[in-house]
């Protein structure tokens, strides 16, 4: 199923919906919500935005953070 859409899945975070997906590697470096590390060019992470907002779902995807596995796990 995961690899159908696209690698990501629903998960319940504190009562939240969030979508998920995980990711191999990427170009740019990002700051991890968790821990405000670099998550490194290249390495395997986590992008996870919340399912819902108050300004729609694009707005949703559009604050979605990129998080070390170790974090978000």
Excluded: D
Excluded at 51 to 64: D, I, K, N, V
């Amino acid at each position: 199923m995961e690899r159908a859409t696209g690698g990501r899945r629903t998960e319940i975070r504190r009562g939240e919906e969030w979508t998920v997906q995980n990711v191999r590697s990427s170009e740019k470096t990002y700051t991890c919500p968790g821990c405000h590390q670099p998550v490194p060019a290249g390495s395997a992470h986590v992008v996870a935005w919340a399912t819902e907002s108050l300004f729609g779902r694009e707005a949703a995807l559009a604050a979605r953070r990129h998080w070390h596995l170790r974090c978000w796990g």
